[in-house]
Each structure stands twice: as structure tokens, then as C-alpha cells.
Nanobody, 124 residues
Framework: QVQLVESGGGSVQPGDSLRLSCAAS????????MGWFRQVPGKDRRFVAA????????YYQNAVKGRFTISRDNDKNTLSLQMNSLEPNDTAVYYC?????????????????WGPGTQVTVSS
């Protein structure tokens, strides 16, 4: 299966922007649904955004609609998440995921491969 590694996390102030990247190796992601999930200590990992294999349709958690944009570059085997107007509640470890048989974009069990995560901290 494909291996995934996230990058681009860091510490920023409310209102700032951050762009996360996910690099895939060991296989192509061109036939996979791709998603971003996030998790804070003591809570379940939750859906953030997803994009279909050809990059035509995108799906978002209501809390990030209008602020986050998911995109992919199948030629470069990468996935991105542009995060604008960041809020303290966006603080979490962000995970990249890939799935070959995804039917419900926000269901994490539909995904096959996961990255180790990257930390995003939003504070004043």
C-alpha cells in the first residue's frame, strides 16, 4: 500500500494561514479518494476534508467551510490543505489518508493508508 507523510504544520496566531502537504510514495494516489482528519488529546479523530480521485468534488466539515481548501496533484502524487483564518479550535494533529474503496468521504474506516500526522497549533 501507499505510504503517506504530512508536512507544513506549525504554530501560528488566530487569523493566520497555513498550508499542509501530504507526500505519497510506494504507489500512486490517482485512483484513491484522499482525506484530511484531525485529532486533539482525549478526543476521537474527526473528518476535516476529502477529495475524489480526479479532484472534481470536494467535501468539508461544516466548521471549516469557506476557510479550508483541499486539493491534489496526481502527477506529483501529493495532497494539500490550504487553511485560512485559523482559529484556536483548529489546533490538532492533522492526518492525511488515502482510500481505494471510499463510499462515504467522512468515514475514516473507508481509508486504507494513513500518515503519522503533523501538529498545528493556533494560539495568541
Amino acid at each position: 500500500q501507499v505510504q503517506l507523510v504530512e508536512s507544513g504544520g506549525g504554530s501560528v496566531q488566530p487569523g493566520d494561514s497555513l498550508r499542509l502537504s501530504c507526500a505519497a510514495s510506494g504507489g500512486t494516489i490517482s485512483t484513491s479518494f484522499m482525506g484530511w482528519f484531525r485529532q486533539v488529546p482525549g478526543k476521537d479523530r474527526r473528518f476535516v476534508a476529502a477529495i475524489d480521485p480526479v479532484g472534481m468534488n470536494a467535501y468539508y466539515q461544516n466548521a471549516v467551510k469557506g476557510r479550508f481548501t483541499i486539493s491534489r496533484d496526481n502527477d506529483k502524487n501529493t495532497l494539500s490543505l490550504q487553511m485560512n483564518s485559523l482559529e484556536p479550535n483548529d489546533t490538532a494533529v492533522y492526518y492525511c489518508a488515502a482510500g481505494t474503496s471510499v463510499r462515504t468521504a467522512m468515514r475514516q474506516y473507508d481509508y486504507d493508508s494513513w500518515g503519522p500526522g503533523t501538529q498545528v497549533t493556533v494560539s495568541s
